[in-house]
Every structure is written in structure tokens, then in C-alpha cells.
């Protein structure tokens, strides 16, 4: 009895040329036309999975993991430093579609970095920012800038602690004035205090002490009267 053999249908020659190019898994270097460089993993022709890009143009690099052509999961940019023509961490952390998101350091420079949570390329979470003249704040960020509740250290020794808005001192706080002694305790909108109370704050550590003399208050509720005059202002504020 003679057997019936299953015929063979070959794809078109287009298909298999395109199936021979297509870069799918581990490849060694693939250089671009205007001399950039990726060697690393890739599915479907995009970079996917573990890999190192090298831009030629501006001496950059990215280590670390792709989805789809883009930076997501863990990695590390770097800069080529102009002066020492060395390689410096610009950022090292998480990444999501190709944006900074989740936990990681960025350094703006060698003494101005964050350290905390992104989102979609953002400062958003929680983080501590160093600044180039030595004040740190610590706190909450919205949209890269300061939102919510944090403290600003300077580098005097002063400080700022409560709530932010937009990157501006905004609703209740506290700001100690290190040179002269004094702790306002009160309300502020877009940076502003507005009401209050002033004390002497350790003011045997001042360098430069108020000689300013408070006057006693008579007043029979003097918390009453701030929480009315904040009403105050919150309602007049929104207009």
C-alpha cells in the first residue's frame, strides 16, 4: 500500500528574507548609520530585554532593560564628562516607556541630586532633593515640584517644615530664622506668610539674636483668633 506523502509549501521568497533580517533575540553590536550602537537583546526587530545603547554624537550610554525599543524596568544613563572625558551617572534607577518612573538618583550636576520617586519623567512621590547651594528638602513632589507636606533645610541652618503647593510654602508651617533666634508658626499662600505667630527659638545659638521685645497678648482665645483669620484668608484666597 503506498504512502501518501504530506506536500511541502515553501513561503514566499519575500517572507523568508524578512524572516532572515529580523532581529530577534541576542545580537552582538549592531551599529546604526550615523554611528550609534546597541548590543544587547531585541524581539521583533525593536530592543528587548537586556541591552547597551552607545550614542556616538553626544558620547552617551543607557545600560539596562528594554520593552519594545524603549528604556523600562532597571538602568543606568550616563554622560561623557567633558573635562575628565570620563563616564558619570546622570541617572540609575527605574524606568517606564522610555521616562525616568519609579525609585531613582538623578545627579544635575556633581552637587545638585534627587533621590526619590518619578513619574512619567517627573519628580512625583516621595524624595530628597540636594541643592547645588547646600539647602535640602525633603517631602512630597507633584509634577517636579515641591507638593504636599516637606521640609526645607537650609544651608544656614534655618528651616521651613509644612505644607507646599506648586513648589511654594502653602497652608500651614513652620520657619525657623537660625541667624536671629525666631520661630514663625502660621499660614501661607503662594509663599507668602500671612498669619501668625512669632517666638524666640533657641536664640543662645544665634550668631545675630533679634533684639526685638515681644509684647504680651491679652487675648482671651488667641488660637480662636488665628483659626478665624485663616478662614479668612482660605475663602478670600479662592477668588
Known sequence: MSSIKPSKTEPPSSA????MTLKSGFRHTVFSLNGDKYTGEWQDNRKHGIGIQMWKNTGAVYNGEWRFGKYDGYGTYYVLDPESKGYVWKYDGEWKNGKKHGYGIYFYNNTAVYEGEWSEGQRSGRGKMFHENRDIYEGEWMCDKEHGEGKLLYANGSWYEGSW????RNGSGKCYNSEKGLLYVGFWIDGEAKCG??????????????????????LVDPEQVLKEAQSVLIYTSKD
Do not use: N
Open 16 to 19: 523568508l528574507k524578512e524572516s
Open 197 to 218: 505667630t512669632l517666638c524666640e527659638y533657641e536664640k543662645d545659638k544665634a550668631p545675630e539674636p533679634s533684639k526685638c521685645k515681644f509684647p504680651k497678648l491679652h
Open 165 to 168: 503647593k506648586d513648589g511654594k
